[in-house]
């Protein structure tokens, strides 16, 4: 870092061998703090793409879990089914249950993750902060 006489500001150079395009310290904070923005964008996104892998996920597992229950329900209506099919059915509706629920966990953490990344994008960026006027 070296204080220029013609600037008020400190200068940093870009690259090592000083030879590269220099910056005021206020530029290189100014790209430090879009950096970490870009950054924070990306985790959203990346969260965004995780759950839309869970739920597909779910989805595939819970029409499973429908098959089963639906074959569970017709093995309990037979005449003479045992305890061991009405235990079956226990197990499939509790592990529907659970799929359900985990369902509605995705959808909610999705509109999270939806409502964040418009609200991150509709937010001005420190640019348009001190252009607009905003505080």
Known sequence: MLFCPEYRTK?????ASGRGPKIT????????????????????IEGMIRNN?????????????????ECAMR???????????????ER??????ALREEHQRLVAEREWLNASLLEFESGP????????GHA
């Open 53 to 69: 892998e869970l739920q597909l996920k779910n989805e595939s597992a819970r029409g499973g879990a429908e098959i089963e229950l």
């Open 11 to 15: 200068v940093i150079f870009v690259n």
């Open 125 to 132: 960026s420190s640019d348009e902060h001190q252009r607009s």
């Open 25 to 44: 310290a206020e530029e290189a904070a100014e790209l430090e703090q879009a950096r970490e923005r870009m950054l924070a964008r990306h985790k959203l």
């Open 75 to 89: 093995d309990v209506a037979r005449p003479g089914a045992g305890t061991e099919a009405q235990a079956e059915l």
């Open 92 to 97: 499939v509706t509790a592990r529907l249950q």
